[in-house]
């Protein structure tokens, strides 16, 4: 029995971790035209730099002296964190003026010593086990937040009754991770694991409705762009 619910885990965990990618990958058509374009243009940096700031704190969730047994919480968010840190560093690079890259980079430094502040706490502070709910309470609410940032993007669906601006492959990615993970954090019996995702299954599930719905309206009015449900 115990090699069976090993294997459950390490798969729920492993399949969340195949699906995280997708979502990592998502911004490279957004940084090709950057690369081509040699400028940001008027894309916002931000969301990447929380994003690195979500994934550094999740990290450190999943490694040992933290949270022992939760080794691919921190593979996921390690990949993440390398992918988002690229992401910045091209934005950092091909910034359309000064002052914009004065101000990413302010940020970047402001998200580090974010991260500083919660681990060299974690550590000086807390022993075991208030280290691992310390730690897990700041990563689950920095996990709510990023789950709940496609809020905005359902209401401009809702209000436009138009898909375009809610990609069908991202919404499905949120829902399978935070199916994966949620399942891997009930497994594991962690409640900093399967709550967040679970809100991220509830809210990813919202945006794969809101689709199907709206991509009906939106092919009854001869859009040209591609639907993906019907």
């Known amino acids: 029995m115990d090699s069976l619910y090993d294997i459950s885990c390490f798969a729920a965990g492993l399949a969340g971790n195949i699906f995280a990618l997708a979502l990592f990958l998502s ?66 690079f091909y910034a359309d003026s000064r002052k914009t890259r004065m101000k990413i980079i302010g940020l970047l430094v402001l998200v580090v010593c974010g991260f500083a502040l919660v681990s060299h706490a974690s550590v000086f502070f807390f022993d075991q086990p208030l280290r691992q709910q310390f730690v897990g309470a700041v990563s689950m609410a920095s996990l709510i937040s990023m789950f709940a940032s496609p809020l905005a993007v359902m209401g401009v669906v809702i209000r436009s009754e138009s898909v375009e601006f809610m990609p069908f492959y991202l919404s499905l990615s949120t829902f399978l991770m935070s199916a994966s993970f949620a399942l891997y954090g009930l497994l594991l019996r962690d409640f900093f694991i399967y709550f967040p995702n679970g809100l991220g299954l509830i809210l990813g599930a919202m945006q794969l409705a809101l689709y199907a719905y709206y991509s009906r309206k939106w092919r009854g009015q001869d859009s040209s762009a591609p639907l993906l449900l019907a």
């Open 27 to 92: 911004p490279v058509t957004t940084f090709k035209r950057i690369l081509k374009a040699k400028s940001t243009e008027r894309f916002d940096g931000l969301p990447y730099l929380l994003s690195l700031l979500n994934c550094l704190i999740c990290l450190w969730y999943g490694l040992p002296w933290v949270a022992d047994g939760r080794l691919l919480v921190a593979t996921v968010n390690g990949t993440g964190a390398v992918f988002q840190l690229a992401y910045i560093c091209l934005f950092i």
